[in-house]
């Protein structure tokens, strides 16, 4: 787990170099939905414009469960643009998932077992999703699938601001 948080920051820290952000890098943040937690999710990233018309977009959602649930996802996106325009641009979505879900055993620890149990699952991406430009930010919503044990489909929206 530290290795994918130790890799999510290599990426957005990557996003200040000059070599590698040609022309913009945009931070934000959204809301997601993932289908089977069935669950609203909050999430922060980055897109990091490498080489038209490639993108690299690393996010974090966390996930909004039960008070015994937690579960968040870190994903290692390429976004590939299948239009140019100033105002409004479609990509297609490809990458990586990193998901982790923990469940806590009320009462687990007075019988004297462990009181939390948790997974990981590494999975891929694919989807699509536009960037609308509102002037001052870039709306960007989108939905994929997830191919993993944790297979779902996520639909969010991200409001992304350049840096």
């Not at 990233?45 to 996802?73: H, M, N, Q, R, S």
């Amino acid at each position: 787990m530290k290795k994918f948080f130790i890799l999510f920051a290599a990426l957005v820290l990557l996003s200040f170099s000059s070599g590698i952000a040609k022309s913009s890098t945009m931070i934000g943040g959204g809301l997601g939905y993932g289908t089977e937690i069935k669950e609203l999710a909050i999430q922060a990233g980055a897109v990091i414009d490498i080489d038209a018309p490639v993108d690299i977009a690393p996010d974090f959602k966390y996930y909004l469960t039960d008070e015994f649930t937690t579960f968040w996802e870190l994903n290692a996106n390429v976004h590939y643009a299948l239009t140019q325009n100033k105002g409004t641009n479609f990509y297609l979505l490809g990458g990586l998932n990193y998901a982790t879900q923990s469940v806590e055993i009320p009462f687990a620890s007075l019988l004297g077992t462990s009181s939390s149990v948790s997974t990981s699952e590494i999975g891929l991406n694919i989807g699509a999703g536009a960037k609308l430009d509102l002037g001052g930010f870039m709306l960007m919503p989108e939905i994929k699938y997830v191919l993993s044990s944790f297979d779902q489909l996520v639909i969010g929206a991200s409001a992304m601001f350049t840096i």
